[in-house]
């Protein structure tokens, strides 16, 4: 890599603020995120390797005395957990860290609203304010719910599992701090079901997040939109100017290893000249529209299984530790 050219990464980071998606703490040492974010699936690996290991025996000598047992003792110790990633993760990034709820909860309004209540208050305790706290819930309707009264609170939330523009404007509606639209996740699903490859903007990753981005400026809202999920750099490449994108370790290397010229691909003050035709949303259409949508539909399913399905393993593998 020449020395007189900025990195793909540094360029990026004129235009976009660059988030972590990792549990690994020194990848964000290396590339010096401004925010985290975490889901169940990136705490199961961090949690069963021995490099943090440290955390999690902590959080239970810790939790030992708490006086709770069986599935409300490794549910305390979960809670403890995901907050102990997120101290240390803040240690090293200067902004927010993103902790996510029990993917069990997506259709349970006042549980994720407890469970929302639930980590802020652990966070408190450890004298982090909560402006530097994204509680992650799934973009379903209940979801958008809980993080309505949430954000009322002053609990900022990151909604994610989302897939398209009618799960993008309800978050909207309902003064959500931050949306995760998933770049990667699209792209898998049209790739399979149209058999054919996609490049550049005619991603339809790409293009999702590019009508939210537009939608969101166009209208004035103050929800952020936050890329995630990506299987290339040419994904990045195409959404620089994006609010946030989250980045893997994997593809933070590549940037980081590229000095090819990045351009600005989003922007606010264009979008407030499109024309965009306004969305008018109340539950019967975003269920309608939502179910309309095949591949939302499914993504947002599969993810919420898979998410279900880690937290389930990362309850096996604590009570294993207990016991």
């Not at 002053?154 to 909604?159: D, E, Q, R, S, W």
């Not at 591949?295 to 937290?311: C, L, N, Q, V």
Request: proline share 3%; hydrophobic share 40%.
């Amino acid at each position: 890599m020449s020395q007189n050219l900025p990195s793909q990464l540094d360029q990026l980071k004129g235009f976009t603020t660059v988030v972590a998606d990792t549990g690994d703490f020194e990848s964000m040492r290396v590339y010096q995120p401004q925010d985290a974010t975490t889901n169940p699936s990136l705490i199961l690996q961090a949690a069963t390797k021995p490099a943090y290991g440290y955390i999690l025996d902590q959080v239970i000598a810790d939790r030992k005395g708490s006086g709770l047992t069986g599935s409300a003792q490794i549910e305390d110790v979960i809670d403890h957990l995901l907050v102990g990633f997120g101290m240390e993760i803040l240690k090293i990034v200067p902004g927010r860290v993103s902790t996510e709820t029990d993917a069990r909860l997506s259709f349970d309004t006042a549980g994720s609203i407890a469970k929302g209540r639930q980590l802020i208050a652990l966070y408190a305790a450890k004298g982090i304010p909560r402006e530097r706290i994204l509680i992650k819930i799934a973009s379903t309707w209940e979801g958008i719910r809980a993080a309505e009264v949430l954000q009322k609170e002053g609990i900022h939330c990151n909604l994610t599992l989302l897939f398209s523009l009618t799960q993008a404007v309800a978050c909207a509606e309902a003064g959500v701090q931050l949306v995760s639209p998933f770049v990667g996740r699209i792209y898998d699903w049209y790739k399979a079901a149209m058999k054919r490859d996609y490049t550049g903007a005619e991603d339809p990753g790409v293009e999702s997040v590019t009508k939210i981005f537009n939608y969101y400026k166009k209208f004035g809202y103050h929800t952020e939109v936050m890329g995630a999920s990506f299987r290339n750099t040419s994904q990045i490449v195409e959404l620089a100017g994006c609010d946030f994108l989250t980045i893997s370790p994997d593809i933070l290397a590549q940037l980081a290893e590229s000095t090819v010229p990045l351009t600005k691909k989003l922007d606010a003050s264009a979008a407030k000249e499109a024309s965009i035709e306004r969305i008018v949303l109340d539950e019967k259409a975003f269920r309608y529209q939502f179910n309309d949508d095949a591949m939302a539909t499914e993504k947002t399913a599969e993810g919420i299984r898979k998410f279900s399905a880690d937290i389930v393993k990362l309850e096996h593998f604590i009570a294993a530790k207990l016991s």
